[in-house]
């Protein structure tokens, strides 16, 4: 597994403790059903775009969410 | 548990949707985003139940 995405776990881990903690809004559902309908949706998003590899997506970049593009790996 | 599930079959059926259309997603578009949603609601709901 990358280690970034670890990295990343673990400062989401302690954004959402945090967020707890101070009492401030976190900036996710703070339900797990909620969340794990946002994995859906991503889920059903990825596997049709595999399905659909003659047909490419134009609006990746403009869904909600980071893409885990950089700048440098923009096209 | 009905209702989550079938909260989940739809939750696909949109993501499905929105790339067969090529309409923008209302989630992040790759799974890594989408786990790091849930890693914050896990971080959240866990320091909820500690600070209890």
């Known amino acids: 597994m990358n280690w970034k995405f670890c990295v990343g776990v673990l400062l989401a881990l302690a954004i959402g403790a945090g967020c707890r903690w101070l009492g401030v809004p976190v900036p996710a ?9 946002v994995v859906a949706m991503t889920s059903g998003y ?27 790996t923009r096209s | 548990m009905t209702l989550a599930l079938l909260g989940l079959v739809l939750a696909l ?11 923008p997603l209302p989630a992040p578009p790759k799974l890594q985003g989408a786990l790091l949603v849930v890693a914050m609601t896990v971080g959240f ?7 209890r």
């Open chain 2, 13 to 23: 059926a949109i993501g499905a949707g929105c790339r067969v259309l090529d309409i």
């Open chain 2, 45 to 51: 709901l866990v320091s909820d139940t500690l600070l």
């Open chain 1, 29 to 37: 559902p703070p339900v797990l059903v909620g969340a794990l309908l």
């Open chain 1, 46 to 72: 990825t596997l049709t775009d595999k399905l659909m590899a003659s047909r490419p997506a134009r609006n990746t970049i403009h869904c909600g969410g980071p893409t885990g593009d950089t700048r440098e």
